[in-house]
């Protein structure tokens, strides 16, 4: 689309639209409560959740998957603006990312050898892969919806960080089941999962969000 085409489209789009910050609410708000839902009466939350959400060791999986949501979620909104690509920083998404590392090296150095190999498999290996992708699938349309009623310029990056959002709040959603408390496990399948999504997501990113 060139200047001029656009300007027209501008031009002849004469309907309101509401904010982005708004759409992302206004979607995402349903999207993780039917996530919540779809957890509780599938899988059911975990017998210990309020325990284990107070236990040092277990925490970091919502802290870590709920800051990601929402650092991922700012850079949407930032990018969904023709000028967002200028003024977004990536840096607390690599942040972290350290923090997660730290926690995956830490685990295995403190867990018993013979211990290593069941701390990283686990019970729920199989049912994590297939949760938090599906878990995913109402967010990251929220968010992809929400940069498509935008202007991105970048629209790769605007994929990628889409992806990382939703699948971020989907795992932080799924935690609430998981029964796996080590780092070797969550890190690592979380971790896998996540990137999983991303992928997909800075795929379709990179097509629809072109102009």
Not at 15 to 44: E, N, Q, Y
Not at 126 to 144: E, M
């Amino acid at each position: 689309m060139n200047t001029d085409d656009l300007i027209r489209a501008l031009a002849a789009d004469t309907s309101r639209k509401h904010a982005p910050r708004t759409t992302l609410l206004l979607g995402m708000i349903p999207s993780l409560s039917i996530a919540v839902l779809a957890v509780w009466l599938v899988l059911g939350f975990r017998a210990d959740l309020l325990a284990a959400m107070t236990t040092p060791v277990s925490v970091p999986r919502l802290v870590l998957t709920g800051l990601l949501g929402i650092v991922a979620s700012r850079l949407v909104l930032r990018l969904a603006r023709p000028e967002g690509e200028q003024s977004a920083r990536f840096w607390p998404l690599g942040c972290i990312g350290i923090v997660a590392l730290g926690l995956l090296v830490w685990a295995f150095l403190t867990t018993p050898p013979d211990a290593v190999q069941m701390a990283v498999v686990g019970k729920t290996m199989t049912t994590c892969l297939i949760a938090i992708p599906l878990l995913s699938v109402l967010p990251v349309a929220t968010l992809h919806h929400v940069l498509r009623n935008g202007a991105p310029t970048a629209p790769l990056r605007a994929g990628f960080v889409a992806g990382l959002a939703g699948s971020g709040f989907a795992a932080a959603v799924y935690a609430l089941y998981c029964i796996e408390d080590s780092p070797l496990f969550y890190v690592t399948w979380y971790g896998l999962a996540i990137m999983g999504v991303t992928a997909v997501s800075t795929a379709i990113g990179a097509r629809s969000f072109r102009w």
